[in-house]
Nanobody, 127 residues
């Protein structure tokens, strides 16, 4: 069992930055790939970024590539999402998710590739 708690959301002006954190409980965190998704009002949950168990492989949605960076600290059981150059269209609830295994697959962008989810943290970007 893995429990995930996100933090770091808030209100920021366009062009600003935020760093989201996701603290995990349980002994299997370091053996799982981790991901970030987001869901804007009235829209489906969409993939943002993923990182493998060791942190040496990452993958991003085209919409955030070059602006967002995912990273992890297995000693702290925490995964991060550094968000720079934020845009109003980045406004959403951001969710952390733990995958079934250590590596991500071609299905990484689908919610069904993840076994555990956090409750989400709100990010609002004003124009």
């Amino acid at each position: 069992q893995v429990q995930l708690v996100e933090s770091g959301g808030g209100l920021v002006q366009a062009g600003g930055s935020l760093r989201l954190s996701c603290a995990a409980s349980g002994r299997t965190f370091s053996s799982r790939a981790m991901g970030w998704f987001r869901q804007a009002p009235g829209k489906e949950r969409e993939f943002v970024a993923t990182i493998n168990w060791s942190g040496d492989r990452t993958y991003y949605a085209d919409s955030v590539k070059g602006r967002f960076t995912i990273s992890r600290d297995n000693a702290k059981n925490t995964v991060y999402l550094q968000m720079n150059s934020l845009k109003p269209e980045d406004t959403a609830v951001y969710y952390c998710a733990a995958a079934f295994g250590p590596e991500y697959t071609i299905a990484v962008v689908t919610t069904t590739s993840y076994a555990y989810w956090g409750q989400g943290t709100h990010v609002t970007v004003s124009s």
